[in-house]
């Protein structure tokens, strides 16, 4: 009997955009895609993947946009956690239809809708093989949610952040704005902060650096691709160390 594959990572933190979560919708919610994503995360959770999940507002409000039209920047991240929140509520409701017990922690209390973010806590369900979903970012304006998924899988030691997006990795310019746009395979922390990389803002980036966590970059919308980065396949780019010369 052939020998089963073991997936690469033991946990993982899926960083989800919000405009993600709203598909070929300029705004809101597309159920059909949280359905997707609700499936491809049971398949990793059966294979004994501990998967938390941090997701972002910008398919509901965006706090940066809101800012630059004049409208106090704190205020406005305010209720761009807010934004994160209705998402994670919408998420863990296409997860448990699916039969996956999830748990939302948020960082702003709101006791009747998700459980306040306590580390032990978070770890224990990961544990029990429950999803966790950070909401409401790092409960901090000023701070994004790429930095709170940073800060987040640090905290609970994930092994990977994997940065789903709607390219299959990172590229020197907007691939779909500029024909002929070069795909890096593999990148360093530093690459991406010396050359402005529009992969996560500078915050979460030092963050990883810091504490040695790799980012995988991808296109969520190929089905299968979460569960063949988890199996250590080469799909999307990798953000890591420099690998020393032997």
Do not use: W
Request: hydrophobic content about 45%; overall charge positive; proline content about 3%.
């Amino acid at each position: 009997m052939p020998q089963q594959k073991k997936p690469r990572y033991k946990r993982i933190l899926l960083k989800l955009s919000g405009e993600a979560l709203a598909g070929e919708k300029e705004y809101g919610l597309d159920p059909a895609v949280l359905s997707d994503i609700a499936v491809e995360v049971k398949d990793l959770v059966e294979l004994g993947v501990e998967v938390a999940i941090v997701v972002g507002g910008g398919n509901i409000f965006r706090g940066v946009a809101a800012s630059a039209s004049g409208m106090d920047r704190a205020s406005a991240d305010y209720m761009g956690m807010l934004a994160t929140v209705i998402n994670a509520l919408a998420l863990q409701d296409a997860l448990e239809k699916k039969g996956v017990f999830t748990r939302v922690q948020s960082a702003i209390g709101m006791q009747q809708v998700a459980e306040p973010f306590i580390r032990r806590r978070a770890n224990r369900h990961l544990e029990k093989k429950r999803v966790v979903i950070f909401a409401a970012g790092t409960g901090n304006p000023y701070f994004t949610t790429d930095t709170a998924a940073s800060l987040r899988a640090i905290e609970i030691h994930a092994e990977v952040i994997l940065k789903a997006t709607k390219v299959d990795g990172i590229y020197d310019a907007d691939p779909e704005k500029v024909k002929g746009a070069k795909k890096f395979l593999e990148l360093t922390y530093m690459d991406v902060l010396r050359n402005d990389l529009k992969v996560m803002d500078s915050t979460a980036i030092s963050l990883c650096m810091d504490n040695n966590l790799p980012i995988i970059v991808f296109n969520l919308n190929t089905k299968g691709n979460i569960e063949k980065v988890v199996f250590g396949e080469k799909i999307g780019t990798i953000v890591r160390r420099a690998k020393k010369n032997a």
